[in-house]
């Protein structure tokens, strides 16, 4: 009888073999990930040490002048500037810097003269460097079409009840683009102390005759 209770006895805890080997396995694996990436950055390091000294390069042989530097700001500025001023685009259908317009005498007040500066092909160079002052320059407002303001944009449209009563369209160009430029002027200032954003606009009152003035 004793000897039959002893047969029934519990052995006890035994270790799963298949826990076993699956601790094997994760060994395995975390080697072989190892070893994969170790082999990975061996085979990489000729590239990545190559980026890095391009770095120091770049970090070398930057301009310490603020004209140097103000240079090298406009190549990425450059862009900007443009995408910028299209923004100040009226509306897809009216491409169009629209400074004010006017009432036309005797007809329909949805009638208007609509003045601005066609934004429809902006050039990709419409800024120049004097010291430290980068000059934006824009064609004068003139007279772009005859018909209606409607939309978003439309509200903040001055309108004059005759010619004579029109607000300075130059003016009001700067006002608009010295808004547009305001948070890239900010950092400019930040970023090379002394220089700055100058707005020009006119007296040439096409696009080609600007850059045939420059």
Known sequence: MARMQKEHEDPGPRESPLRANGLVVV???????????????????????????????????????????????????????????????????????????????????????????DLMEVPRDVARIEGLTVRVKLPRPRRLAVGGL??????????????????????????LLRFAFDGLSQALERDIPGARIEIEVGPEDTWAAVAAAR
């Open 150 to 175: 409607s939309g978003d944009n439309a509200a903040a449209v001055p309108i004059a009840a005759s010619e004579d009563r029109a607000l300075d369209g130059i003016e009001r160009a700067r006002y």
């Open 27 to 117: 060994g395995l694996l975390v080697l072989v990930g190892v070893g994969v990436t170790a082999g990975y950055l061996q085979w990489k390091a000729p590239e990545v040490g190559e980026i890095i000294a391009g770095r120091r390069r770049a970090i070398a042989e930057a301009p310490n002048t603020p004209e140097g530097r103000l240079a090298l700001w406009l190549v990425n500025g450059a862009p900007q500037i443009h995408h910028r001023i299209e923004m100040m685009r009226f509306s897809a259908a009216q491409p169009w810097l629209v400074t004010h317009a006017v009432r036309l005498e005797g007809e329909s007040p949805s009638r208007l003269a609509i003045y601005g500066v």
